[in-house]
């Protein structure tokens, strides 16, 4: 059951990835070019949002960087590469929707919010956590992340216009939503 549950959120993240763009890149702030498919009718909530999850997609790639070498759990390391493969497309994504509206540099600038002083927090912890309790504590870490996403992904529906952006926010609310389910039972032992 455990690795029938994996290989479904595998292949969701995958699908997910594809949707997003490619991985052939690996830093996070890469140029974005013409493989990213364009947003249209952006309006203000559909721009916060995107810089939002711009922000929270970093966040992502960086709390997998962080423990990837430590990790224990097989599954959990499968499930770790998959969510940074995902979220690392995810963030070339919004970044290159939120260029295509706005050239002011502030406006793709990674958002400031409450989630950055939770990952600062959780990686910390993270980092100063003995190497046999890094996979309970980055279980925690990352279904706190993936939850905070999936509630801001909710409650975008009502606020924006893009259809590009809402079907994204659909797929973070789902994906994030099962990969903290995930998460949670790999926790404890129970997927």
């Given at each position: 059951m455990r690795r029938l549950l994996l290989v479904a959120l595998l292949t969701t993240?995958?699908?997910?990835?594809g949707c997003a763009g490619t991985a052939e890149r690996r830093d996070t702030r890469a140029e974005v070019g013409d493989e990213v498919p364009a947003a249209t009718s952006m309006?203000?909530?559909d721009i916060r949002f995107l810089q939002a999850m711009a922000a929270h997609t970093e966040q992502s790639v960086e709390i997998a960087r962080s423990v990837q070498d430590r990790i224990d759990d097989p599954e959990?390391?499968?499930?770790?590469?998959?969510?940074k493969a995902t979220e690392f497309d995810e963030h070339v994504m919004t970044r290159a929707w939120l260029q295509a509206v706005d050239s002011d540099p502030a406006a793709t600038a990674p958002a400031q919010d409450a989630g950055r002083a939770i990952?600062?927090?959780g990686l910390a912890?993270?980092?100063g956590t003995p190497d046999a309790a890094v996979d309970a504590v980055l279980c925690e870490l990352l279904g706190t992340h993936h939850r905070i996403?999936?509630?801001?992904?909710r409650s975008h529906a009502e606020a924006g216009t893009s259809?590009?952006?809402l079907a994204y926010a659909r797929r973070v609310e789902r994906s994030r939503t099962a990969g903290a389910e995930l998460l949670d039972r790999l926790s404890a032992g129970d997927a």
């Amino acid at each position: 059951m455990r690795r029938l549950l994996l290989v479904a959120l595998l292949t969701t993240a995958a699908l997910l990835a594809g949707c997003a763009g490619t991985a052939e890149r690996r830093d996070t702030r890469a140029e974005v070019g013409d493989e990213v498919p364009a947003a249209t009718s952006m309006n203000e909530a559909d721009i916060r949002f995107l810089q939002a999850m711009a922000a929270h997609t970093e966040q992502s790639v960086e709390i997998a960087r962080s423990v990837q070498d430590r990790i224990d759990d097989p599954e959990i390391k499968i499930l770790v590469g998959a969510v940074k493969a995902t979220e690392f497309d995810e963030h070339v994504m919004t970044r290159a929707w939120l260029q295509a509206v706005d050239s002011d540099p502030a406006a793709t600038a990674p958002a400031q919010d409450a989630g950055r002083a939770i990952t600062d927090g959780g990686l910390a912890r993270l980092r100063g956590t003995p190497d046999a309790a890094v996979d309970a504590v980055l279980c925690e870490l990352l279904g706190t992340h993936h939850r905070i996403a999936a509630e801001f992904a909710r409650s975008h529906a009502e606020a924006g216009t893009s259809p590009e952006v809402l079907a994204y926010a659909r797929r973070v609310e789902r994906s994030r939503t099962a990969g903290a389910e995930l998460l949670d039972r790999l926790s404890a032992g129970d997927a």
